[in-house]
């Protein structure tokens, strides 16, 4: 049994457990609280009742202890279950869990969302060091969804994937009405992952408006099918740019999107997944460690770039300013951005992740890692 990072145990407090679909968050929950009473809204009887009368929740509740946790599965489905919730949590001192792939519809339809009486913590798909013998090849080239990682061909899951959220999530919410031009737009979005996000280019490849792209872009937020990574901003003396780059949750999707097959070592589109990956490890490893640390990018106009930038919200004090190249040796010319961004920000702790045999520092201070060495020591907490 792969034993996931994120921690959901000792709590006193309520949680509403986001992620995206089949980052198995249904396994985790049934797993870790197995006592606990259950309620899957994908039941469809089980739907259908507390459609028809939210109120049942609190009559079944009111007849069991009040210690006694629990579990709301997909709870966006049903939002007015919560101002049941909310009466259990404040009247009886009731704990939940009430997990959910988005939030959007919640929102949307102006749901009780608790009046800040729950915690909001993610799910991700697999990390690293969750997995046994985990292998960098497989990650990259499959993406780290449980059920797509899992298996040696995830072509057809990956295909149902997509076509499921895009029924699912986009058409029976309702969230736009041109389902066709969204599907357009998800593969030019997967085109642009990892890239400066620029509405107006987009919408020229859709055919459709700027704010129609903002707007898509805004439900794949959302529904946690992506996000953006803001530009570090903080300036002496270069001139930094300040649009932020849109990333998808998870490297597997792009694949298929992009119809990218057998990445290997060497190609421009290998490169592009690994960065994707490491940073998708480094928001994971911030979220489940519960650091306030945020994750962001640097690229001056001049173009020298850093990939991820790891920084104190409030000081923007930096901690850790990483590159990731895909090369078996790096050399100086690999090491520009990093250097560049030291000059600015002598106190950052500076990192090249990529396929060196072996780690070592170079003679004016550089960290150089490789891959796998790179993900057991960010697991470890040594970076940051």
């Not at 145990?9 to 197995?34: C, H, N, V, Y």
């Not at 090849?137 to 899951?157: Q, T």
């Not at 951005?337 to 106190?347: D, S, T, V, W, Y």
Request: net charge negative.
């Amino acid at each position: 049994m792969i034993e996931r990072k994120i921690k959901i145990e000792g709590s006193e407090d309520s949680i509403f457990l986001w992620g995206a679909r089949q980052t198995g968050k249904s396994t985790l929950l049934m797993q870790r609280f197995p006592e606990a009473k259950y309620y899957d809204l994908l039941e469809s009887d089980l739907y259908e009742r507390f459609r028809r009368q939210p109120s049942l929740l609190r009559n079944e509740l009111n007849m069991i202890d009040s210690d006694t946790l629990v579990i709301i599965d997909e709870i966006q489905k049903i939002p007015e279950l919560l101002d049941e919730v909310h009466w259990l949590m404040s009247r009886r001192n009731m704990r939940f869990i009430l997990s959910g792939s988005s939030a959007r519809k919640l929102r949307r339809c102006g749901a009780n969302l608790l009046g800040g009486r729950a915690i909001r913590q993610q799910l991700f798909p697999f990390v690293s060091a969750e997995i046994p013998d985990f292998s960098l090849s497989r990650a990259i080239n499959n993406g780290m969804l449980p059920r797509h990682y899992l298996i040696d061909n995830p072509a057809k899951r990956l295909q149902s994937y997509v076509g499921d959220y895009l029924r699912e999530e986009i058409k029976e919410e309702a969230l736009t009405r041109n389902i066709t031009s969204f599907t357009r737009f998800l593969e030019i979005a997967a085109i642009n992952d990892g890239e400066i996000l620029n509405y107006k280019n987009i919408a020229a490849d859709c055919g459709v408006s700027a704010p129609t792209i903002k707007e898509y872009f805004s439900i794949l937020e959302e529904t946690l099918l992506g996000y953006q990574l803001p530009a570090y901003t903080k300036t002496i003396k270069r001139r930094v740019i300040q649009a932020p780059k849109f990333y998808l949750f998870d490297i597997g999707i792009v694949n298929y999107l992009t119809h990218r097959r057998n990445l290997l070592p060497g190609s421009i589109d290998y490169g592009h997944a690994l960065e994707h990956l490491m940073l998708q490890e480094t928001i994971a490893y911030l979220s489940y460690s519960e650091s306030d640390l945020q994750a962001a990018y640097w690229r001056t106009a001049s173009g020298f770039e850093v990939d991820i930038i790891i920084f104190e919200p409030y000081s923007h004090n930096v901690k850790c300013a990483i590159e990731v190249k895909s090369c078996e040796e790096v050399q100086n010319r690999h090491l520009k951005g990093l250097r560049a961004f030291r000059e600015e920000h002598p106190e950052c702790h500076p990192i090249c992740i990529s396929h060196d045999k072996s780690p070592r520092l170079t003679d004016d201070g550089i960290e150089i890692w490789p891959v796998d060495e790179f993900l057991k020591q960010l697991w470890s907490g040594r970076f940051f």
